[in-house]
């Protein structure tokens, strides 16, 4: 047996063992989001989301819904006012380049983005709304599947 052999054994084992690691934690995956609204039967607030019992079903406190569509709306906002106030104080201080720093640092973007769930309830379909970022939406959208 050479040395290629040797590491050809070694992945197929760890990969064999990645697989089964990922098939057992696949039913206990959750994540925590922030909850605005939407579903009659859950408070808004910081809440438990796990994958359901089949295919594009999630657990919210575990209630279970069925969902239809998933999208990310992104939004952003910049604060203008802390901006130039980082200006001033980085223009103040340190001169030119702190003038330009200072906005930078002051007028960081806020991220406001939203991961909009619609679900089937019976004949009709409603809307829930979770504040997340961009990563959290990946992670809510892997619940699904």
Known sequence: MGIFDKFKEDFKKDFKKGLEAGRASAAERSIRLDYLGGHPNIKAGEIKVANGSSKYTLLLNGNEIMVTKIEWDEKGKRSSGKAAAGAIVG??????????????????????????????????????YFRCDQKEYQKLSALLL
């Open 91 to 128: 223009g103040v201080l340190t001169g030119g380049i702190g003038l330009i720093a200072g906005a930078a640092i002051g007028g960081r973007k806020k991220d406001n983005s939203l991961a909009v769930v619609t679900y089937q309830d019976g004949p009709l379909e409603s809307t829930i």
